[in-house]
């Protein structure tokens, strides 16, 4: 059983187009987060809920809006998508400071 | 605010070689300090963590310990091999600002053989 689990794995989308990228973890963790990975590697994290509510929101165009159904899914939409928006995006989910990351969803804007 | 910086690389190394990657940190509270592995065309994965002052963290012959007096957390393995060729990050979490994680901006690392 994948314990973070993130669909699709491979996004490839033109620009303008809206796109989503769904994540679900079966850990019971209560905080998930949305972290994004440039083409150097860097990590940055953009987003945080916990328990359905946001509480970390860096600084990230108002086209990305992340959406949490429940504790156990954070999903992140993407209006309008540019060339720089093409990276590898990561799902995380913690509890008490223990991590778990998804394996990552590339997106390529065309 | 929060931040990590690592040594840059790449990094190469012949297998059965020593290997250091030096990690400090910033942090007005009391971070928890990790060291997470990417293997190529993969996730993260975490590779071992301390949670407080002098704390050792150690995983599949790596280890780091957490200097609250340097402000570091180095990681070091006595003789690498091939398949530790792999991104390594460096990272904290402030239990302050929600536990997010704030990563250093990686060292990628080349075994060969």
């Known amino acids: 059983d994948t314990a973070v689990s993130q669909t699709p794995k491979y996004l490839v989308t033109q620009m303008g187009n809206d796109k989503s990228i769904k994540c679900e973890q079966n850990?019971?963790?209560?905080?998930m987060y949305w972290y994004k990975q440039d083409s150097k590697k860097f990590l940055k994290i953009m987003f945080s809920?916990?328990?359905?509510?946001?509480?970390i929101n860096e600084t990230v165009p108002n086209r990305f809006s992340p959406k949490s159904p429940d504790k156990a899914h954070l999903n992140l939409h993407i209006n309008s998508l540019e060339l720089g928006d093409s990276a590898v995006y990561f799902c995380?989910?913690?509890?008490?400071?223990?991590?778990?990351f998804g394996s990552g969803t590339r997106l390529t804007v065309v | 605010g929060d931040s990590v910086t690592q040594m840059e690389g790449p990094v190469t190394l012949s297998e059965e070689a020593f290997l250091t990657i030096n990690c400090t940190y910033t942090?007005?509270?009391?971070?928890?300090l990790f060291w997470y592995v990417q293997y190529p065309g993969e996730g993260l994965q975490l590779l071992l963590k301390?949670?407080?002052?002098?704390d050792k963290g150690s995983n599949k012959g790596f280890e780091a310990t957490y200097r609250k007096e340097t402000t570091s957390f180095h990681l070091e393995k006595g003789s690498v091999q091939v398949s530790d060729s792999a991104v390594y990050f460096c990272?904290?979490?402030?239990?302050?600002?929600?536990?997010?994680?704030?990563f250093g901006p990686g060292t990628s690392l080349s075994v060969i053989p």
């Open positions: 301390a949670t407080k002052a002098d």
């Open positions: 850990l019971g963790h209560d905080t």
């Open positions: 809920y916990n328990n359905k509510e946001l509480i």
């Open positions: 995380a989910s913690s509890r008490l400071g223990g991590y778990t």
């Open positions: 942090a007005t509270g009391y971070p928890s």
């Open positions: 990272a904290l979490s402030d239990p302050a600002s929600y536990d997010k994680v704030i």
